[in-house]
Nanobody, 122 residues
């Protein structure tokens, strides 16, 4: 599966963005999909994930209640709706997919898209 992340940009504190992760070459209904983020000099960390049956979602504590992950099966795309953005949300955001159960570790995902930069200004 090939993944294309998009939707990043610059917003002010409190603003919203919606990231998209469009898949090609495979049906995301057979994959769990996660969003991760990374800042310079730091490891890539888990943000949110949705399982292949879309009946389970996980979020990092830092984004719980502000971010929502969803999937559009027709468009074969996973979204990350980000509300109430904070400067500490500034990062490059990556989407990733794996066949099998929802997991929150980067090493468990073997299909990655390129990143999309999110900048939140104070």
């Amino acid at each position: 599966v090939q993944l294309q992340a998009s939707g990043g940009g610059t917003v002010q504190t409190g603003g919203s963005l919606r990231l998209s992760c469009a898949a090609s070459g495979a049906d995301l209904r057979f994959y769990s999909v996660g969003w991760f983020r990374q800042t310079p000099g730091k490891e890539r960390v888990f943000v949110a994930a949705i399982n292949r049956n879309v009946d389970s979602r996980k979020y990092a504590d830092s984004v719980l209640g502000r971010f929502t992950i969803s999937r559009d099966a027709v468009k074969n795309t996973v979204y990350l709706q980000m509300n109430s953005l904070k400067p500490e949300d500034t990062a490059i955001y990556y989407c990733a997919a794996r066949r099998g159960a929802l997991l929150m570790s980067t090493v468990q995902y073997d299909n990655w898209g390129q990143g999309t930069l999110v900048t939140v200004s104070s």
